[in-house]
């Protein structure tokens, strides 16, 4: 095993052995996979679940992870049909000393914490933002609801003939977007 899959499985170990829930397809192909991921508390995605898909390329961890929400969120920077995210640490200043558990505990709770409406990928969650911050946050409230809040049912319905523990490793390759 060579040193950037050594670095990758540590990172997906340390992902799981922090609480996160992580579904590798069926291939075992490992620079693939998805993580479940929960909008940070005190905000407006607070209550949603969010299945977020990683691609690590061959180049890790000197190159960054590709990452894009499966479920729809609105968000100004992250685009509503491709579920891309436009966010610096991941375009521009990666750096090796990055983890994917960096991704999940800091960069992606902060971009939900704090959304920059200047430089949109989703440009009608900008402009609404700008221009009308009440209806924004309602938007924000109804696509959790709707499309974050399923996330949350699915979970336990599919946890009924499982334990409860949320850090298990899954082999799941149900990756279809709501």
């Known amino acids: ?39 940070p508390k005190n905000t407006l995605y607070e209550g949603g679940i969010w299945k977020v898909n990683i691609v690590i390329p061959m180049q890790y ?3 960054s992870p590709s990452l894009g929400f499966k479920n729809c969120i609105f968000h100004p920077n992250i685009d509503e049909e491709s579920g891309s995210v ?26 939900l914490t704090y959304p920059n409406p200047a430089d949109p990928l989703n440009p009608r969650a900008a402009s ?28 336990h319905d599919d946890d009924d003939d499982d334990d409860d523990d949320a850090s298990s490793l899954s082999s799941n390759a149900s990756f279809d977007p709501l």
Request: charged content about 30%; proline content about 4%.
């Open 128 to 155: 609404l933002m700008n221009q009308d911050a009440k209806l924004y946050e309602t938007t924000v409230r109804q696509y959790v609801d709707k499309y974050a809040k399923d996330e949350i049912k699915k979970g």
């Open 61 to 63: 961890p000197f190159k």
């Open 86 to 111: 436009c966010l610096d640490v991941l375009n521009q200043t990666w750096s090796p000393m990055f983890d994917l558990a960096n991704i999940f505990e800091m960069f992606l709770p902060q971009l």
């Open 1 to 39: 095993m060579s040193s950037p899959e050594k670095r990758r499985d540590m990172d997906i170990m340390k992902l799981i052995m922090n609480g996160f829930k992580v579904e590798i397809a069926k291939d075992d192909n490992a620079h693939d996979f998805i993580v479940e991921f929960h909008g």
